[in-house]
T-cell receptor
């Protein structure tokens, strides 16, 4: 069965620090990959997605992610975080074939200290 | 215009009651979903509904039942509520897997 792992449960950074959140998935076939953000008390919003082409994808608010197929990874990065980036970040996977179900990782809580 | 809307936003009810959460999407998407987010923020799919085909996560108790009067609506009905049902429930919709899902704002259910 497919699974998504986010090994960082809680990350605390100071403003202007660089961010990298890890995401690994286990699935034998082709997948589409997503990062969602959930600000406190709000719903999930799509940050970025990858389904084919350039493995380095850019999303909203200065975030980017790199798909490394050989490592089954899709890490999220941002060169300089802001206090407003404090949120929960979820990596998610949809297999390219079969049921169109989005499987989430356990999430990483990011706290940015001003 | 809200793309995926859920009502109510908050729901507090007693154990044993029956309640419903409504979801509507105006995106013209073919598939709708219900997710449960527990206190540890873990998101677990409960149901997906596409063109009258219902796919149920086998771990969901049969007290939970989705009802879809039409393509734009997928309501969640819960019978005999239990304390463990307390969570945030998110509705979502999608058109194709490459686009991901659009989520509603969530319904925080508290069972007392």
């Amino acid at each position: 069965a497919q699974s998504v792992s986010q090994h960082n449960h809680h990350v605390i950074l100071s403003e202007a620090a660089s961010l990298e959140l890890g995401c690994n998935y286990s699935y034998g076939g082709t997948v589409n990959l997503f990062w969602y953000v959930q600000y406190p008390g709000q719903h999930l919003q799509l940050l970025l997605k990858y389904f084919s082409g350039d493995p380095l994808v850019k999303g909203i608010k200065g975030f980017e992610a790199e798909f490394i197929k050989s490592k089954f990874s899709f890490n999220l990065r941002k060169p300089s975080v802001q206090w407003s980036d404090t949120a929960e970040y979820f990596c998610a996977v949809i297999p390219a074939t079969g049921a169109n179900n989005l499987f989430f990782g356990t999430g990483t809580r990011l706290t940015v200290i001003p | 215009d809200t793309a995926v809307s859920q009502t109510p936003k908050y729901l507090v009810t007693q154990m044993g009651n029956d309640k419903s959460i409504k979801c509507e999407q105006n995106l013209g998407h073919d598939t709708m979903y219900w997710y449960k987010q527990d206190s540890k923020k873990f998101l677990k799919i409960m149901f997906s509904y596409n063109n009258k085909e219902l796919i149920i996560n086998e771990t969901v108790p049969n007290r939970f039942s989705p009802k879809s009067p039409d393509k734009a609506h997928l309501n969640l009905h819960i019978n005999s509520l239990e304390l463990g049902d307390s969570a945030v429930y998110f509705c979502a919709s999608s058109q194709a897997r490459v686009f991901g899902y659009t989520f509603g704002s969530g319904t925080r259910l508290t069972v007392v």
